[in-house]
């Protein structure tokens, strides 16, 4: 059972443009939604995070929206740059919002063209 | 410094071997992780460590076992090596619970079965 459903799979954007991300959720029990990056031949990193007391985060170019009637959660990258370039995995977690038990999506392989 | 450094990077190894994959956090954190990211980039958390106690245990094989010697390190065994094996493996730390925020990926063990 996917408990956290990413799409797109991949996404191609412009230099400039938007990259929109989503992902959608099942367990009402998730309080904590981060978002990781991940380059070639590197591990996840920890781009940016939301709880859901609030409706978006953001941290430069990089805004979280969240829904949480709705149980769906996006990455939205303004000006998107060439070494945005990277893949992309939403994650959740209900063990007090930790790191503990994360479940990650799929994966959305972004490649934004120069 | 690296904060969770790995080793091997690349490991290429027979079908029926036993090998092990190294990790090691100079972050104090208190648990640590292993995930599988197979051919599709798909993460999936196999084991993760808390003061030396095992807490999550998934699914995995029981040809694969978590051994922890101390607090900074977790290293991974698999006995008797099989072509699904195959996949990067990363070793992550966070630190418990509420008090975390971040799991930090060391870089990745590539594992060929051949």
């Known amino acids: 059972q996917q408990q956290v459903k990413q799409s797109p799979q991949s996404l191609i954007v412009q230099k400039g443009g938007i990259s929109i991300i989503n992902c959608a959720y099942e367990?009402?029990?998730?309080?904590?939604f981060p978002w990781y990056q991940q380059f070639p031949g590197k591990g996840p990193a920890l781009l940016i995070a939301i709880r859901p007391d609030v409706s978006e985060k953001k941290e430069g170019r990089f805004t979280i929206s969240f829904n949480k009637s709705a149980k769906q959660f996006s990455l939205h990258i303004m000006d998107s740059q060439p070494g945005d370039s990277a893949t992309y995995f939403c994650?959740?977690?209900?063990?007090?919002?930790?790191?503990?038990?994360?479940?990650f999506g799929k994966g959305t392989h972004l490649i934004i063209q120069p | 410094d690296t904060a969770v450094s790995q080793t091997p990077k690349y490991l290429v190894t027979q079908m029926g071997n036993d090998k092990s994959i190294k990790c090691e956090q100079n972050l104090g954190h208190d648990t640590m992780y292993w995930y599988k990211q197979d051919s599709k980039k798909f993460l999936k958390i196999m084991f993760s460590?808390?003061?030396?106690?095992?807490?999550i245990n998934e699914t995995v094989p029981n040809r694969f076992s978590p051994k922890s010697p101390d607090k900074a390190h977790l290293n991974l065994h698999i006995n008797s090596l099989e072509l699904g094996d195959s996949a990067v493996y990363f070793c992550?730390?966070?630190?418990?619970?509420?008090?975390?925020?971040?799991?930090?990926f060391g870089q990745g063990t590539r594992l060929t079965v051949v």
């Open positions: 367990n009402t029990a998730f309080d904590y």
């Open positions: 460590y808390n003061n030396k106690e095992l807490i």
């Open positions: 992550a730390s966070s630190r418990p619970g509420r008090r975390s925020t971040e799991a930090f």
């Open positions: 994650a959740a977690s209900d063990l007090g919002g930790g790191a503990d038990g994360l479940t």
